[in-house]
């Protein structure tokens, strides 16, 4: 693989495992994110009351 290509694709994923990370606290202000979820630490499922992500299941 060229130096190229796996930069390329560590930056991809990286988006994407951001993207997944971020999904269930989008809107969301950081006092309610720690209210509501506390301290993040692994993938969990959008609320029902997430005007973005409303339902999506976790990652």
Same mark, same amino acid.
């Not at 606290?25 to 997430?50: C, I, K």
């Given at each position: =693989? @060229?130096?190229?290509?796996?930069? $390329?694709?560590?930056? /991809? /994923?990286?988006?994407?495992?951001?993207?997944?990370?971020? =999904?269930? @606290?989008? !809107?969301?202000?950081? +006092?309610?994110? !720690?209210? !509501? /979820?506390? @301290?993040? @630490? %692994?993938? +969990? *499922? *959008?609320?029902?009351?997430?005007?973005?992500?409303? %339902?999506?299941? $976790?990652?």
């Amino acid at each position: =693989m @060229t130096d190229r290509l796996d930069r $390329a694709l560590g930056a /991809y /994923y990286g988006l994407a495992l951001g993207d997944a990370l971020g =999904m269930p @606290t989008q !809107v969301m202000s950081r +006092e309610d994110v !720690v209210r !509501v /979820y506390g @301290t993040l @630490t %692994g993938f +969990e *499922a *959008a609320r029902p009351d997430n005007p973005v992500s409303a %339902g999506m299941p $976790a990652g």
